[in-house]
């Protein structure tokens, strides 16, 4: 069959077009913004990419529709006027993919594709074999997508939209036998108008789990409890804080954490990743892939060698002992616990400088603007570029430490440079290309 696949280099959609690619598929794809690292593993499985909406293949089968496609948009225009067959990509996936697979599900507004990502190591490195869709690029696999060659499928259980057509949250179509909710925050503003909404969409999610699953909750969130209090027909356990599931850290930055069911210590964990967070994200996945059957200690082995994802906390580069990373955090809860994490990693006599774009349609509008200063409480200097939805101006102004702001990438760049001293870290944080500007602030440090 040949497969159309417009919105192809969104997170979501270029695993749809993997998964698409190893069924078997003739796949092709066009988006208006075609960039790493979605664009580079798109090219390296051989599917042809398109930079913009102005044609679709001649004699295509089905289109599959990303969630940024709306009406107006010239290649979903000449869709519907020739009847050509159509569907969102978690329709695709659920009739095509998971319908008679073990799903097993990672939701939450915060930390779902490191979760994922880590589920999915830990089930492989069991000698699972688990296919999965992940919203980023694991460094284990170097791929965001499998088909796999077992029951076991993990995915990435996001609650935003599934098409401009079907407004249910994604993670309706998967119905999931094991569910993960990390934790539960108000976000993506354009489609949610508050919190509570969000919680409904959680509550129809909770719906769809069997009698004979499992439900995995942060055990601190008040917001997961609400939902569960709407109804629940499924087993619940809980990770984090005083829960079935803990972690005992013993490096302060969660670097290293004994974990412990039920009181008792199953092992300890030395791995690569910062941040209490991320010590949550892991006791999620060791409980989900408990429940598929890997004890804690193959899981916790696992762990020892898991690389993180792509665009979280990855070190672009170092040069002049000033190292500059890429993270994907927008939301004001995920910029405090990475900083944090990383404070706690390099001391409070390293410098770290916060580099944002708010590019999400909820920070964009504002929506966290009152949040800001307490997220960022842990940078030494914050660098802005500008947003002309809200006054970023008066915000920074309260800040306690410096910031800046500046109207485009270049000017960014080429005044942040001269500030920059050895010992420096630099944490560049947005959902999207930003401009190009790791590479550029790399290559203007070695020529300054």
Same mark, same amino acid.
């Given at each position: 069959?040949?497969?159309?696949?417009?919105?192809?280099?969104?997170?979501?959609?270029?695993?749809?077009?993997?998964? #698409? $690619?190893?069924?078997?598929?003739?796949?092709?794809?066009?988006? @208006?913004?075609?960039? +790493? +690292?979605?664009?580079?593993? =798109?090219?390296? /499985?051989?599917?042809? =990419?398109?930079?913009?909406?102005?044609?679709?293949?001649?004699?295509?089968?089905?289109?599959?529709?990303?969630?940024?496609?709306?009406?107006?948009?010239?290649?979903?225009?000449?869709?519907?006027?020739?009847?050509? &067959?159509?569907?969102?990509?978690?329709?695709?996936?659920?009739?095509?993919?998971?319908? !008679?697979?073990?799903? @097993?599900?990672?939701?939450?507004?915060? %930390?779902?594709?490191?979760? *994922?990502?880590? @589920?999915?190591?830990?089930?492989?490195?069991?000698?699972?074999?688990?296919?999965?869709?992940?919203?980023?690029?694991?460094?284990?696999?170097?791929?965001?997508?499998?088909?796999?060659?077992?029951?076991?499928?993990?995915?990435?259980?996001?609650?935003?939209?599934?098409?401009?057509?079907?407004?249910?949250?994604?993670?309706?179509?998967?119905? +999931? $036998?094991?569910?993960?909710?990390?934790?539960?925050?108000?976000?993506? #503003?354009?489609?949610? +108008?508050?919190?509570?909404?969000?919680? !409904? !969409?959680?509550?129809?999610?909770?719906?769809?789990? &069997?009698?004979?699953? =499992?439900?995995?909750?942060?055990?601190?969130?008040?917001?997961?409890?609400?939902?569960?209090?709407?109804?629940?027909?499924?087993?619940?356990?809980?990770?984090?804080?005083?829960?079935?599931?803990?972690?005992?850290?013993?490096? /302060?930055?969660?670097?290293?954490?004994?974990?412990?069911?039920?009181?008792?210590?199953?092992?300890?964990?030395?791995?690569?990743?910062?941040?209490?967070?991320?010590?949550?994200?892991?006791?999620?996945?060791?409980?989900?892939?408990?429940? #598929?059957?890997?004890?804690?200690?193959?899981?916790?082995?696992? @762990?020892? #060698?898991?690389?993180?994802?792509?665009?979280?906390?990855?070190?672009?580069?170092?040069?002049?002992?000033?190292?500059?990373?890429?993270?994907?955090?927008?939301?004001?809860?995920?910029?405090?616990? *990475?900083?944090?994490?990383?404070?706690?990693?390099?001391? $409070?006599?390293?410098?770290?400088?916060?580099?944002?774009?708010? %590019?999400?349609?909820?920070?964009?509008?504002?929506?966290? $603007?009152?949040?800001?200063?307490?997220?960022?409480?842990?940078?030494?200097?914050?660098?802005?570029?500008?947003?002309?939805?809200?006054?970023?101006?008066?915000?920074?102004?309260?800040?306690? !430490?410096?910031?800046?702001?500046?109207?485009?990438?270049?000017?960014?760049?080429?005044?942040?440079? &001269?500030?920059?001293?050895?010992?420096?870290?630099?944490?560049?944080?947005?959902?999207?290309?930003?401009?190009?500007?790791?590479?550029?602030?790399?290559?203007?440090?070695?020529?300054?």
């Amino acid at each position: 069959m040949r497969l159309h696949i417009l919105g192809i280099c969104g997170t979501f959609m270029s695993g749809i077009a993997i998964l #698409a $690619k190893q069924s078997g598929h003739e796949v092709t794809g066009s988006d @208006l913004n075609v960039y +790493p +690292p979605m664009s580079t593993q =798109l090219q390296e /499985q051989g599917i042809k =990419l398109t930079e913009g909406y102005d044609a679709i293949p001649a004699d295509v089968d089905c289109v599959i529709v990303g969630n940024v496609i709306r009406r107006g948009n010239p290649a979903m225009e000449y869709v519907l006027a020739n009847r050509i &067959p159509y569907t969102s990509g978690p329709e695709w996936l659920a009739k095509n993919i998971i319908q !008679q697979r073990w799903v @097993l599900a990672v939701s939450g507004t915060h %930390g779902k594709t490191t979760t *994922t990502s880590l @589920l999915a190591w830990i089930l492989d490195a069991a000698g699972k074999k688990p296919g999965f869709l992940i919203g980023g690029v694991p460094e284990n696999f170097g791929v965001s997508a499998r088909l796999g060659e077992s029951p076991y499928f993990v995915i990435e259980a996001d609650e935003y939209d599934s098409a401009f057509f079907d407004k249910r949250s994604k993670f309706m179509h998967y119905q +999931p $036998k094991t569910l993960i909710l990390n934790n539960l925050e108000y976000d993506h #503003a354009d489609i949610f +108008p508050d919190l509570a909404a969000i919680k !409904q !969409q959680f509550h129809y999610l909770v719906r769809t789990v &069997p009698g004979n699953g =499992l439900i995995l909750r942060h055990a601190n969130d008040e917001n997961l409890t609400d939902v569960l209090e709407k109804g629940c027909w499924t087993k619940t356990a809980t990770f984090g804080g005083k829960g079935a599931w803990q972690a005992k850290l013993i490096a /302060q930055d969660g670097s290293v954490f004994e974990v412990l069911h039920e009181g008792k210590s199953c092992g300890e964990v030395s791995w690569e990743l910062l941040g209490k967070h991320n010590v949550d994200n892991a006791l999620a996945a060791i409980a989900a892939a408990h429940h #598929a059957g890997v004890e804690p200690a193959v899981a916790i082995n696992a @762990l020892a #060698a898991f690389k993180n994802v792509k665009r979280r906390m990855e070190v672009k580069g170092k040069v002049k002992e000033i190292v500059v990373y890429d993270d994907f955090a927008h939301h004001p809860t995920a910029i405090a616990t *990475t900083l944090a994490g990383l404070r706690a990693r390099i001391g $409070k006599s390293a410098r770290m400088i916060a580099v944002l774009e708010f %590019g999400s349609y909820t920070m964009r509008t504002g929506v966290h $603007k009152d949040k800001m200063q307490d997220s960022l409480k842990d940078a030494d200097v914050v660098v802005c570029k500008g947003t002309d939805a809200w006054d970023l101006k008066s915000v920074l102004k309260e800040f306690k !430490q410096p910031t800046r702001i500046y109207e485009t990438v270049d000017l960014l760049v080429e005044n942040l440079v &001269p500030e920059l001293h050895a010992g420096d870290h630099v944490i560049i944080m947005s959902n999207s290309g930003f401009g190009g500007i790791h590479q550029k602030l790399l290559e203007a440090i070695k020529r300054s």
